[in-house]
C-alpha cells in the first residue's frame, strides 16, 4: 500500500510555527517553575501515524537546562513547531511531570496554532497513558496559561 502524502505547509507558515514554538518553549520553562521536569509531547499526523518525543528539564533560579542530546532537543522542537503550524498534524498534546515532593502532572492541547491548558478529566486520560503501571500516584494540577506571541497570522486574519 502506498504511503500517504503529508500536504507541504509553505515556507512562511512553518517560520510562524518556528516562532511559536520558540517563544512557547521560553515561555513554558519558567511557568513551570524550579524543579526537574519530563516534558511529553504525543502528535497524531493527518495520516493517522502518532508521533512523540521527550525533553528532560531542571529549572533553577534564573536559568533552565535541557538534559538531552542536541539531536533529541531538536526532535522535540520541530515535532511541537509542525504541531503548531497544523497543516499536518491533527492532534497535539503536552504534557509536563515534574518530580519534587510528589508527582505534579499540567497539560496543555495545540488548538488554533498553540498550546492552550487541558481540563482536568483530558489531562488524567493524558497522563495515565504515558505513566507507568508501577509509577508513582501524581496530582494533576492546571496548567499555567502561556502568554500568546503578538503578531501571530492567526491574529492578524
Avoid: K
Amino acid at each position: 500500500m502506498p504511503e500517504t502524502e503529508l500536504p507541504q505547509p509553505d515556507n512562511a507558515a512553518t517560520a510562524s510555527a518556528m516562532g511559536r514554538a520558540l517563544h512557547a518553549l521560553t515561555a513554558l520553562f519558567p511557568a513551570l517553575g524550579e524543579g526537574s521536569h519530563e516534558l511529553s509531547l504525543t502528535a497524531e499526523r493527518t495520516d493517522g501515524t502518532e508521533l512523540s518525543a521527550d525533553l528532560y528539564v531542571n529549572v533553577e533560579p534564573g536559568s533552565w537546562r535541557v538534559d538531552h542530546s542536541e539531536e533529541e532537543y531538536m526532535r522535540f522542537f520541530v515535532l511541537l513547531t509542525f504541531a503548531l503550524e497544523s497543516s499536518t498534524v491533527c492532534d497535539g498534546i503536552l504534557v509536563a511531570m515534574t518530580s519534587d515532593a510528589g508527582l505534579r502532572v499540567c497539560g496543555w492541547e495545540v488548538r488554533d496554532g498553540w498550546l492552550h491548558p487541558m481540563d482536568t478529566f483530558e489531562l488524567n486520560q493524558a497522563a495515565m497513558a504515558l505513566s507507568a503501571d508501577d509509577a508513582a500516584p501524581y496530582v494533576a494540577c492546571h496548567a499555567p496559561e502561556l502568554p500568546r506571541p503578538h503578531g501571530t497570522a492567526e491574529e492578524r486574519s
